[in-house]
């Protein structure tokens, strides 16, 4: 399904019944990405997946933006499907964009859960971004500069038949020219983006999940940003990279799902 | 409820409806030590607790047994509910008997949650245990040699007033010579215990849950226990002791609910 | 060799030439505990050794003291010694000390080394001092009580021959009521402890060592005090317990020893 | 100064006296790396810097080659030097060589210093030499593609400034054609690099420093490796990335001068 934001059309689905819950993408994924989450996430609950403009079958916006855009976004597909507060997950870029959500519109949301997320977009990360951005040139130059720094060193080594696999389908989407061009907005989109100083003020029942080895979001991150939010709650998952929900995807659906649909957060010491 | 078990009463409690999971508690606590755990695991599960011999309202055993005797509990209560495959959550004493259970009569349980749990009492662990029953003499001295290592410095300092009233409580309860006799059995029955050779046969989809400042059960061999566990996944929760449910309650919880309650397992990478 | 501080004897030795470093004990040790480590700490060092009153072959003190008696021991001693500034490695207790000496008399003091020490005696650990003032009525409650919380569980079961070697005479110590009754009262002079406000002023360069499974002043500990002293250095010891100088001696010395004999503080970027 | 392997030309510096340490480069550093670390490591020690054929001073290799070229530099310069055994220091690359200088002639090597080592070259670190050598078309895209993951993200967002000036010197650097095709071929003569079953046979004493954020070799590696040689120390080096030698300068040179100056590894128990 589509719907219209700033005459742009947002693709997005809408599955099962239930407490809703919403995923915001990270920055190369899609809806298609959790095709086989559809299954175990619509068990209890609503699931609504969305594309990012710029993103999957969403479209393409030609002029430079920054998180403020897709931050709308979420919150005009909310206000359109009009279902009362959501549970949201966010992994990395859709994490933040939540964090951007949950300040501007906290009526909007119910639980978080905050997957390999910062609430800045740190010097360090940014000229990461930015030999993202240098790799443009070839579609292997683009696959060797981001995807070993998104799994784990181990997973990577584990799972060599399937990376190499993955390695040619991404090589042919990272050799599209528009797929590359979106891929540097959506990296840009992020630059100036810093609510460190304002994170606090987030009140909602939060799970922030970090990885041994996310090589983009180091787990001081999930740390710093588990100390501003009163309310949250924080997991450490050993052995596991930038890409938990592909690398470990049994825990993944497991922390999700009991987290936002745990219906007692008050306990009496 | 209650029932006979080689003549002895065994108290349990069946609460709510769902896929059944069984609570197996640590070495002091009781049935009624989920009192506030009910609600949450009752909204998708038929939730079945359970006082081991020499626990809470189950009947005193006054001679020396190990853990073979509880392990039998487990089975003949299963086998009495005839309820199938039961999700199984076990917290240190109750997770080795889980462990047990899991290797003598797999066609009893599903899932598994393992939460600070050994695959052996380590010389370590028995020294531990040899402090415990020589502080039996005074219910402050058995207070202080067991609870601050149960509860992580930092949930402990940070919740001075909890632990003082629960210190008065705690106090009375371990100067019941009744209580102490029981708790001194308890003890014991885990001395001989070692599967460290055998766990490798569980095929159970299991969660391992280890802490950080788990003093008891320390870290690493929740990460031998998950080494030698095919189907299992590990998580570290940071800032917690041995205690879990009380420190992080609705983390917990999350944990726990979203592991057997997920029906997916199999992922195609 | 002993001097005389406040009419009562302390036992010191010193030990080779060089740059001085004197070690400051921890709360069960003396000047005995560091036999093996005067060869290699002697190698470019000047050696000084000292019991605390109370410990060792210095002089019981029958009435009850607190920190600052020790502290002003240290401070006398270096006076007597007149050694101009010196290294201070000081170990739990000693650390605390050697803090406190810092603040006192930071002329006194060139390098620091603070192993697995704290900045304050919490509730937590005043609990758990408790316990082992509960535990003086019999030399193996005392041992077990004490001992297995400060080797690392590793430890203590890849050595069980040694451990329990060390068993049969720490129990024997621990059977006489002048050594426990000077337990008891170095004990209770940690009570009061807290300097958690002070130690930012201290500015000597300090090489902060922690450990994974250090059960008395865990590793949080040291990362509180890295964040306070502005010229610290914090490195983590994996797999190793409170008693680091006896479960890994190699490297222990190593640390000490490379630190304090390193004569270059500032580097270019 | 030089000596002649196989007609090439190899740069060497000898500083000081003592016991010998010689130093060997990671893939990016020179004799030059080490300007500010003379000073104290010639304080008890004689310091050899060498600079691998394709580093720094020594002569260009046209051809591809792989590790055993190297290895047999340090040997044929160990030889030519008539030191003795001496203690080695290697990093990344130069601890690779290390280890394979140590198998080949255990008999030149002394102690072993290993910080940021593997014992080979994994599927995703091949991947990740990919991207370096995809990213020669131009300075600054090499500069990204390889400096962030070689600093700390805490470092480098931290001396944000410094690292804006070395960007400068880098970019120009990397902009120099032979500069990078020798990186290149220094890149490419690790792929093949695996001593995963042969580094048991090592027996010398080694210290083994790995460190918590270091996204090029990680800290599982140097774990792998502590557990495979026998004789080895492991220390974790908290807020650290790959370049400790920059980040954390004091400790590094601390570390390195304790464990090889340390003349006492036998303790009884």
Redesign the interface.
Known sequence: MTFTFNNKQVYYEVHGQGKPLIILNGIMMSTKSWA?FI??FT??NQLILVDFLDQGQSEKVTQQYDHSLQVDVVIALLEHLNLGKVNVYGVSYGGQIALQVALKRPDLIDKMCLFNTSDET????S??G??WN??T??G??YY??T???I?S??F??E??E??ENRKKILVDVFSNQDFIDSMVRLTKSSEPYNVSDQVHKIKH?T?IVGCE?D?VT?Y?QQ?LLHEKLENS???????SGHALM?E????F???????I?????E???
Chains 1, 2, 3, 4 share one sequence.
């Open positions: 086989q299954e175990p068990q209890f740190s010097y360090w990360l000229e990461v930015h030999a240098k790799a040139h070839d292997e130059a060797l500069t995807i070993p720094i799994y060193p181990k990577f080594n799972n060599r399937w990376m029942e799970l080895y090589f180091p001081y740390e709650n924080l997991v450490f998952v050993p052995d592909y470990k995807p049994t825990l659906v497991s922390l999700v799902l009991g987290f649909n745990n219906n007692k957060t306990f009496t010491l």
